[in-house]
Nanobody, 115 residues
Framework: QVQLVESGGGLVQAEGSLRLSCAVT????????MGWYRQAPGKQRELVAT???????YYAGAVKGRFTISRDSATNTVSLQMNSLKPEDTGVYYC?????????WGRGTQVTVSS
């Protein structure tokens, strides 16, 4: 059974930093894309950052220059380093991984940025 376990969320003051990690276990297929999404209260889930199997990255405009996504293909882990956090970064952050045939989501980790 494939499981995605996120960690690293929490409460931080504006301009602070957090590092999220997502460990994928139980997967037997090659992971193609890995990414982070977030959902703020009352809003739709949105893409934050993605990284391909060849380590190409993409960032949403709102986080570009502040967040850095990375992956360790040997351990099937994807991380998100978040710096210069803003109150509008508050939300539940979800890890997503995609294989050629399947799409998996984690349960989410709460990030709260106070002003």
């Amino acid at each position: 059974q494939v499981q995605l376990v996120e960690s690293g969320g929490g409460l931080v003051q504006a301009e602070g930093s957090l590092r999220l990690s997502c460990a994928v276990t139980g997967i037997s297929f090659r992971i193609e894309d890995m990414g982070w999404y977030r959902q703020a209260p009352g809003k739709q889930r949105e893409l934050v950052a993605t990284i391909t199997s060849t380590y190409s990255t993409y960032y949403a405009g709102a986080v570009k220059g502040r967040f850095t996504i990375s992956r360790d293909s040997a351990t099937n882990t994807v991380s998100l380093q978040m710096n210069s956090l803003k109150p509008e970064d508050t939300g539940v952050y979800y890890c997503r991984v995609q294989t050629a045939m399947h799409d998996y989501w984690g349960r989410g980790t709460q990030v709260t940025v106070s002003s």
